[in-house]
């Protein structure tokens, strides 16, 4: 079992921030990282380190945030916050949901993804021995940061947020990164004391460290990578943050096995999966729901989300795979291709310019240039079906619902509206006219003109 498996606690995770700093209708934590809502980087997290019991603080109306949490994690409770009132007042919001629990609570924020379960084990290792810990990290420019005041045996004494810090505790460079464990016997009824005396008029959670302290509990502080703990309130923060998921997502895919020939070029989300010896190409991008087998090669340029390529496929360049397409053993989907609901068969091959929706298309068929299946009336979907080792010729148009039988061929340029049978030719376009020195004519009349 993971060591990391041995702590028990119970998780608050504070989601109830708007989005207004960021300039957004959406709640802040609802921003996506690697195809994923900032909560569910924190709640995933959580999940690795199992919690006894979690709860997730939100706002009223942000049936959004709700919903992503229990997508997440579907045994956590939701807390409303009905009015802002600062982190005191959230935390204090999930006592009725922990109501009882005597161990470790591990108070988190919605807006830090980064933060990692190795950070978060060393914090519940901390509780081993104190009443409240709280992660702190070293700032070259703390502006914005509460300061962590320490004496001189280590004991944290109290949090000062910056806009309240005397000019002397501005100058110390131990900063509070928000998160903090305290033993459930002692949080509430420090939560309890704590007043607004502050200059936002709020209930701080930091402020029950001074509470704390001054019971004679033992305050431990814990440093972790500044990196790693920094809140998202911008834009250019939500940037700065997807460079480094995507920096831990390219490590972990080659570590596990998959040749990333320009790695810093390539885009992962968070649920992509690579097989082994599986090579990819610069300048690509995976959104959710993907998974490629062993041995796949996806070539540059190529766009893929919701699909499934199979061992040994071929994918691009300039591909692009859409949800609910599935590509098979050894297949090919080649430059200009778009596949959207599609199942190609093993071997089979559409190399170039060509779209096929919401098709199915057997073993070892051939998918002319410029082929496309016609698939939308203009108010309902239809399906094609292409036998194993049809042959489609270029620049045809399957005009859906219709079949080609396996083994059949169909000629360049038709326009195929009925099912062709197996082994048949189909051709569906006018007969070619030939008229002899007409071009001539033809443009001796245009000079003249």
């Given at each position: 079992?993971?060591a990391?498996h ?20 959406f ?43 229990l ?33 470790t ?104 460290v ?5 019971q ?5 502080v ?80 190529s766009h ?146």
């Amino acid at each position: 079992m993971n060591a990391n498996h041995k702590h028990k606690f119970a998780a608050v995770v504070l989601a109830a921030g708007s989005g207004t700093r960021m300039k957004s209708s959406f709640p802040k934590v609802m921003h996506r990282l690697a195809g994923q809502p900032m909560i569910a980087h924190v709640l995933t997290t959580l999940n690795i380190l199992e919690p006894e019991r979690s709860v997730v603080v939100i706002a009223p109306s942000m049936d959004m945030v709700r919903d992503a949490a229990l997508e997440t994690m579907p045994d956590c409770k939701l807390a409303l916050q009905d009015r802002q009132q600062g982190t005191g007042h959230a935390v204090g919001c999930a006592e009725a949901a922990l109501s009882g629990y005597a161990g470790t609570v591990l108070v988190l924020y919605g807006d830090t993804p980064l933060i990692t379960e190795s950070t978060l084990s060393r914090l519940l290792v901390a509780m081993q021995s104190a009443d409240v810990a709280v992660l702190g990290m070293r700032i070259a420019d703390p502006t914005g940061y509460g300061r962590l005041i320490v004496d001189s045996s280590g004991q944290l004494e109290e949090i000062v947020e910056c806009k309240d810090a005397s000019p002397e505790q501005k100058g110390i460079t131990l900063c509070n990164s928000g998160v903090m464990a305290a033993k459930g016997t002692h949080l509430f009824s420090l939560l309890k004391k704590i007043q607004p005396n502050n200059a936002a008029g709020e209930y701080y959670l930091t402020d029950i460290v001074e509470q704390a302290d001054a019971q004679g509990l033992h305050c431990h502080v814990v440093e972790a990578e500044a990196g790693e703990l920094a809140g998202i309130n911008s834009r250019a923060q939500l940037a700065e943050a997807e460079k480094v998921i995507q920096q831990r997502l390219r490590h972990k895919a080659m570590t596990e096995g998959a040749t990333l020939i320009d790695p810093e070029s390539v885009y992962f989300s968070m649920d992509t999966a690579l097989g082994r010896d599986v090579v990819v190409h610069p300048q690509v991008v995976f959104g959710p729901g993907v998974t490629v087998e062993d041995k796949a090669e996806i070539r540059s340029f190529s766009h893929i989300e919701g699909a499934q390529v199979r061992k040994g496929a071929v994918i691009g360049p300039f591909a692009r795979l859409r949800p609910g397409s599935v590509v098979g053993e050894a297949a090919h989907v080649g430059n200009f291709v778009e596949l959207k609901k599609t199942t190609l068969g093993k071997g089979a091959k559409a190399n170039h310019l060509s779209y096929i929706g919401d098709a199915e298309v057997g073993e070892g068929a051939n998918i002319g240039a410029g082929t496309i299946t016609c698939n939308y009336d203009g108010a309902n979907k239809y399906v094609t079906i292409i036998g194993a080792e049809a042959f489609i010729g270029s620049n045809t148009s399957l005009v859906a619902p219709v079949t080609i039988g396996a083994g059949a061929m169909v000629g360049a340029g038709s326009v195929i509206t009925d099912d062709v049978e197996a082994d048949a030719l189909a051709i569906a376009r006018p007969r070619q006219v030939s008229k002899p020195a007409k071009a001539r004519e033809i443009k001796k009349r245009k000079k003249k003109a």
